[in-house]
């Protein structure tokens, strides 16, 4: 059975965004990058709420010395997550509600529709299962 993936917050994804960045990253320099006005000038002691908050679900690893802070899922896993939880609670599951919005609102792109086509022409063709 696959472990299930705790939801995170906006403000708990900016900071795994930055500790998928470097790999790993010390709870100190978690806070000091978030206190520069440029990333939003939060106060320390906010970010290490976030961080404890991250331990606490599971979502990261704390060790010593130090307070390193160690992811326990990927950035794919995660995403993949949040966004199937958006659909499940938005579209009601269907993907294909989701595109059919999108393509009928013309809110993608002639360039975003020939991506999404050629993504799913090697899909089905079995390409690159990354791509």
């Known amino acids: 059975m ?6 995170v917050t906006e403000r708990e994804l900016e900071i795994m965004e930055i500790i998928w960045k470097n790999k790993e990253m ?15 000038a939060h106060f ?3 970010t290490y709420t976030f961080i404890k908050r991250l331990v606490e679900k599971g979502i990261i690893e704390r060790r010593e010395p130090g307070f390193n802070c ?12 949040e966004t199937k939880s958006f ?3 938005v579209y009601q599951g ?3 509600q989701l595109f ?3 393509i009928k609102n013309k809110a993608l ?3 975003e529709l020939k991506e999404l086509q050629d993504l799913i022409d090697k899909t089905v063709k079995g390409g690159d299962e990354n791509a």
């Open 2 to 7: 696959q472990q299930e993936i705790p939801k």
């Open 26 to 40: 010390f709870a100190v320099d978690i806070a000091a990058h978030f206190l520069k006005p440029e990333n939003g």
């Open 44 to 46: 320390k002691n906010t």
């Open 70 to 81: 160690v992811p326990l899922f990927g950035r794919d896993e995660i995403l993949i997550s």
């Open 87 to 89: 659909i499940d609670r």
């Open 94 to 96: 269907s993907f294909n």
């Open 100 to 102: 059919s919005q999108f």
């Open 109 to 111: 792109s002639n360039g």
